[in-house]
């Protein structure tokens, strides 16, 4: 927790980031030792050679970790529960992989997300429209080192319990032979790994690929984040522009109007592009958190006969969808239009505004698979919001309507306004509940 501290300490210091080269140098430093960063003007060969580094890693993965767990996979596959906690350790190594090699033949596309960042940072800004986009930039900074810190450190702590003879996983006969000196991964490997110094060693590999297996399942996450925040600074330089569009002279108000909506194509051009790029990548990470929030519920129910804690699920999906808010920034958008001095503008110069506004009223977002939108009101919906309610009010509903003396009241999200949710509250507090379409706000009507 201190080196964690320190490290974000020391990053807020340093975040100064006033050209393009000083705002993408932490990523490009990421991309670059893994091989996946393309230099303009490289060589052919200087290309082919690029993919040597994330190659051998996943080599070393694969011959390290992933065979050991299979052939383990295969000695316990008539125990669910030892099964289940080998894939959630095993998916992880699974995902680090695919994502390297999503990355791998998507350099090409990356190249041009960044070149296309390029020339937003060399665009003509003003010096407050500038700190919004390296606001965006530092956050893009922040959260990259604090994510790799954090996964570092999480590793670590997680796998340095084997030097006290203490694992985080069942142990069995079947794949550890000699008790006291357990692997870090339940793992089986075509030799005897017990004298020393093999054990050791074995037990620092596995070691390092799990930490060199989180740094390259978060360099995806990373790279998410700043195509979308970068987007996102986009957006709100537009909707500051957008509400000074009526302070400007007849002379260059068609200029700047038209200037602006190129702008509006370009970062409706970036989002999609964004979203061709991620909408598989995303789903497959939606796939893997329901799959292992099922084998943790799983294993919780084993252990302690009950079922384990249904928030997680969401708390994992709010990871891909605090980012995304391109969809309330583009909302944001729409009430820039809307704010402006149009009133004191000549009609025909109003009505161009219009296009903005129709335009804004579909939101920019990301989805999975195409299907999915990626927004924290997916993820918010009344049924939802209807099951914690049941899951949290038991103790205080338990058969039939709560206490007299008790008062429930929330805000007017559109998850509290479903229909389910106020029959629900209706019936648990009968004219005691404050909120949207409440009896006292609704006078008595739905």
Same mark, same amino acid.
């Given at each position: 927790?201190?080196? #964690? /501290? @320190?490290?974000?300490?020391?990053?807020m210091a340093r975040l100064k980031e006033q050209t393009y080269d000083e705002a993408v140098s932490l990523i490009r430093s990421y991309l670059s030792i893994f091989g996946l960063w393309i230099y303009p003007n490289s060589s052919l060969f200087r290309k082919r050679c690029s993919h040597i580094p994330i190659c051998f890693i996943n080599c070393c993965l694969c011959i390290c970790v992933i065979i050991p767990e299979m052939w383990a996979l295969y000695r316990i596959r008539k125990d669910m529960e030892l099964v289940i906690g080998n894939l959630m350790v095993s998916l992880t190594f699974?995902?680090?992989?695919?994502? $390297? #090699?999503f990355l791998l033949f998507?350099?090409?596309?990356?190249?041009?997300? #960044?070149?296309? !960042?390029?020339?937003? *940072?060399?665009?003509? &800004?003003?010096r407050k429209e500038q700190n919004m986009l390296v606001k965006r930039w530092k956050l893009i900074k922040l959260i990259s080192i604090s994510a790799f810190v954090i996964a570092v450190t999480l590793s670590l702590a997680h796998n340095s319990t084997v030097y006290f003879n203490f694992v985080v996983r069942v142990l069995t006969n079947l794949t550890d032979t000699i008790p006291g000196r357990p692997l870090v991964f339940s793992s089986v490997y075509p030799f005897d790994t017990q004298p020393s110094p093999r054990y050791e060693v074995l037990?620092?590999?596995?070691?390092?690929?799990? !930490?060199?297996?989180c740094i390259t399942a978060i360099i995806p996450d990373v790279l998410y984040a700043a195509f979308v925040f970068h987007a996102c600074g986009q957006l709100e330089i537009l909707s500051s522009r957008i509400e000074k569009i009526g302070e400007n002279t007849s002379e260059n108000f068609n200029q700047f109007l038209k200037s602006s909506v190129t702008h509006h194509l370009r970062i409706i051009k970036f989002v999609e592009n964004i979203d061709n790029l991620f909408n598989g990548f995303i789903l497959g990470l939606i796939l893997y958190f329901t799959l292992v929030f099922c084998s943790q519920a799983f294993m919780a &129910?084993?252990? $302690?006969?009950?079922?384990?804690?249904?928030?997680? &699920? &969401? @708390?994992?999906?709010?990871?891909? /969808?605090?980012?995304?808010g391109i969809d309330m920034?583009?909302?944001? @958008?729409?009430?820039?239009?809307?704010? /402006?001095? *149009? !009133?004191?503008?000549?009609?025909?110069?109003?009505?161009?505004?219009?296009?903005? /506004?129709?335009?804004?009223?579909k939101p920019l977002g990301i989805t999975a698979?195409?299907?999915?939108p990626v927004t924290l009101n997916t993820y918010a919906k009344g049924g939802n919001y209807l099951g914690f309610l049941r899951d949290r009010l038991i103790t205080v509903v338990v058969d039939g309507p709560a206490d007299n003396a008790v008062w429930f009241q929330h805000d007017g999200a559109p998850a509290h306004t479903s229909v389910a949710v106020v029959d629900q509250l209706d019936e648990w507090f009968p004219d005691r509940w404050i909120g949207n379409r409440s009896d006292r706000d609704r006078g008595g009507r739905r």
């Open positions: 927790m201190i080196l #964690f /501290c @320190l490290t974000i300490s020391f990053t699974y995902l680090s992989i695919i994502k $390297t #090699f998507k350099r090409e596309a990356l190249r041009i997300f #960044f070149k296309k !960042i390029e020339e937003d *940072w060399k665009a003509r &800004m003003t037990v620092f590999i596995e070691q390092l690929e799990g !930490i060199v297996a &129910m084993t252990v $302690t006969g009950r079922s384990g804690n249904k928030d997680e &699920m &969401m @708390l994992k999906l709010y990871r891909l /969808c605090s980012p995304a920034e583009s909302a944001d @958008l729409l009430n820039a239009a809307y704010n /402006c001095n *149009w !009133i004191d503008l000549p009609p025909n110069k109003a009505i161009s505004l219009c296009m903005i /506004c129709l335009r804004s009223q698979g195409k299907f999915l």
